[in-house]
Antibody, heavy 120, light 113 residues
Framework: QVQLQESGPGLVKPSETLSLTCTVS????????WSWIRQPPGKGLEWIGY???????NYNPSLKSRVTMSVDKSRNQFSLRLSSVTAADTAVYYC??????????????WGQGTLVTVSS | DIVMTQSPDSLAVSLGERATISCKSS????????????LAWYQQKPGQPPKLLIY???TREFGVPDRFSGSGSGTDFTLTISSLQAEDVAVFYC?????????FGPGTKVDTK
C-alpha cells in the first residue's frame, strides 16, 4: 500500500529556510493532490497548503509569502520549503495524500510526521 | 477563512457508553451542485498522525468501525461513537475542505470515565 515518509533537518535556525521532503512508496505521485499539515507540540492541526502533482498549488494565506511546495515525479517526492522561520514554526510536519483525485477532499494517507524545531 | 469550533473541549465516557462531539463552521459547508457537505472527522492518538474517520460529513472511511458515525449539514455537524471502546481514547478533529485554507477545529479529547 502507499506509504509516505517525511525527511529533513530536525533543527533549523531562526530566519533560515526549513526544507522537508516526502517520499512516496508503494504508489505513484502522479494523479494525486498532496498536502502539508503541521502541528505545534501539544496543539492542534494547521493546514499549510496543497499541490496537485502536475502543477496547481494553494497555500494558507497566513504562510503564503514564505511557502513553496514542489513535486519531483522522477523521484516520487513532494517537498516543502518554508522561509524566514521563527520559533512559531516549531511543529511536527506531516505530508499527506488526498482521498479523491478529482478535487477537494480530506487527506486519507499520512506520513508519520517529522518534528522540526526552530532554535539557535 | 472558515472558522471551525468544537464542543466540548474534552469529555469522559464510560466504556460501552455513547460519546458525542459537536463541530460548527462559521459558514455553510454544503455545496448544492453535488449535494455534499465538505466536512471530515479525524482521530489522533498520541505520537501518531491523524486518521481519517468520516468524510462528506457522514461517509465512513474504509475499515473504520461502524460505531463511528457522522451527521449534520450546513454549519452544524456531529461525530458519534455509539459504544466507546478503550482503543477509541484519542483527540478528535473536524476539518472543512469547502474553501481554502482547509481549516481544522481545535480538537476534542475523549477519555474513559
Amino acid at each position: 500500500q502507499v506509504q509516505l515518509q517525511e525527511s529533513g533537518p530536525g533543527l533549523v535556525k531562526p530566519s533560515e529556510t526549513l526544507s522537508l521532503t516526502c517520499t512516496v512508496s508503494g504508489g505513484s505521485i502522479s494523479g494525486h493532490f498532496w498536502s502539508w499539515i503541521r502541528q505545534p507540540p501539544g496543539k492542534g492541526l494547521e493546514w499549510i497548503g496543497y499541490k496537485y502533482y502536475s502543477g496547481s498549488t494553494n497555500y494558507n494565506p497566513s504562510l503564503k509569502s514564505r511557502v513553496t511546495m514542489s513535486v519531483d515525479k522522477s523521484r516520487n517526492q513532494f517537498s516543502l520549503r518554508l522561509s524566514s522561520v521563527t520559533a512559531a514554526d516549531t511543529a511536527v510536519y506531516y505530508c499527506s495524500r488526498w482521498l479523491d483525485i478529482s478535487g477537494p477532499s480530506p487527506p486519507t494517507i499520512w506520513g508519520q510526521g517529522t518534528l522540526v524545531t526552530v532554535s539557535s | 477563512d472558515i472558522v471551525m469550533t468544537q464542543s466540548p473541549d474534552s469529555l469522559a465516557v464510560s466504556l460501552g457508553e455513547r460519546a458525542t462531539i459537536s463541530c460548527k463552521s462559521s459558514q455553510s459547508l454544503f455545496y448544492s451542485s453535488n449535494n455534499k457537505n465538505y466536512l471530515a472527522w479525524y482521530q489522533q492518538k498520541p505520537g501518531q498522525p491523524p486518521k481519517l474517520l468520516i468524510y462528506w460529513a457522514s461517509t465512513r472511511e474504509f475499515g473504520v468501525p461502524d460505531r463511528f458515525s457522522g451527521s449534520g449539514s450546513g454549519t452544524d455537524f456531529t461525530l458519534t461513537i455509539s459504544s466507546l471502546q478503550a482503543e477509541d481514547v484519542a483527540v478528535f478533529y473536524c476539518q472543512q475542505y469547502y474553501s481554502s485554507p482547509f481549516t481544522f477545529g481545535p480538537g476534542t479529547k475523549v477519555d474513559t470515565k
